[in-house]
């Protein structure tokens, strides 16, 4: 190493020093190994890639955009955390070790916390365009007790790949929240999902574009479930043959959660029904975890 490189390393591992050490005296342990954390990985990445003027200040702009995109419809944040597989890595460091509990996935920016009651049975669709799609399953624990009475938040894109919050006029559709029976069986009315781009016309999406990586999600319905004495579960469900299942933007796949389809026509639904022309349906069980807190 000649004088000179010694002299660069010196400085640079001076500032890397200086800062830690600005932190050293956090009063909460946590926030001090994770400032500590950060502040190490950070600075070892900026001297790995020898980050330049130009490309620092481009990623101020790029954190700028992504804030000013921002609102209360728009987490340009979270999409962001999303394509670098940094909510997936949250997801699988923070899932229960339980085994057989259905496994979850990224939550996803288009949940809305007031969605309708809807009846055992019911439909969440309320005119999302698409195929009728019947879905039903099991709410039980890992040891196979059924789960009476589990909050179940259903929410999907329609046919067009358009979730309601993304809807011009405001109506609500594709979304609905449901309780399990007494023994544990859920079941609705939706329509089959279909892939969809996230949000790609900000700052996320330029990187993708620049990249040479694509928007689209493999189609899919999501699912939130509560119940006392559980884990809370937030996963989706996939459908079988999808052409994006190994291409996911956000990297939320998971082999469990793939569901085959079942088409039918001009037969009566499980519920008597006799819906007009083809429909399908699905049966998938969620199976929860126990809560940690004892
Ligand atoms: C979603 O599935 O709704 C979603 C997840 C991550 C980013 C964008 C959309
Ligand atoms: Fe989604």
Redesign the pocket.
């Known amino acids: 190493m000649s004088a000179e490189d010694t002299l660069t390393t010196d400085r640079e591992a001076a500032v890397t020093a200086e800062v830690l050490d600005s932190f050293a005296a956090t009063p909460d342990p946590r926030l001090r190994q994770v400032m500590t954390s950060l502040v190490r990985h950070l600075h070892a990445f900026a001297r790995e890639v020898r980050l330049t003027d130009a490309e620092w200040t481009a990623a101020i702009e790029f954190l700028t955009r992504a804030g000013h995109i921002t609102d209360s419809r728009r987490q340009e944040f979270?999409?962001l955390s999303?394509?670098l597989g940094l909510?997936m890595l949250t997801v699988a460091i923070n899932e229960p070790d339980a085994p057989g509990a259905t496994e979850s996935t990224?939550?996803?920016?288009?949940?809305v916390d007031d969605a309708p009651e809807i009846a055992l049975g019911g439909d969440i669709a309320q005119g999302a365009a698409g195929v009728a799609c019947h879905v039903s399953g099991e709410v039980r624990s890992v040891t196979g007790e059924p789960i009476p009475g589990a909050r179940i938040e259903v929410?999907e894109?329609d046919d067009d790949g358009f979730?309601d919050v993304q809807y011009p006029d405001g109506r609500t559709a594709g979304r609905g929240r449901l309780r399990s029976g007494t023994d544990g069986e859920y079941r609705f009315w939706s329509v089959l999902p279909s892939p969809?781009p996230?949000?790609h016309d900000g700052p996320v999406g330029d990187l993708l574009a620049a990249t040479g990586r694509g928007p689209m999600?493999p189609a899919?319905l999501?699912f939130l479930v509560s119940a006392p004495g559980f884990r809370t579960l937030i996963t989706?469900i996939f459908l079988a043959e999808d052409p994006y299942l190994t291409s996911d933007?956000?990297f939320?796949v998971k082999d469990d959660l793939v569901v085959e389809v079942s088409w039918h026509h001009d037969t009566p639904a499980p519920d008597g029904s006799h819906p007009d022309g083809d429909w399908t349906s699905i049966a998938f069980d969620l199976v929860l975890a126990p809560s940690d807190e004892h």
Do not use: T
């Open positions: 979270i999409l999303d394509v909510s990224v939550f996803g920016p288009f949940f929410w894109a979730y969809y996230i949000p999600r899919h999501h989706h933007a956000v939320g």
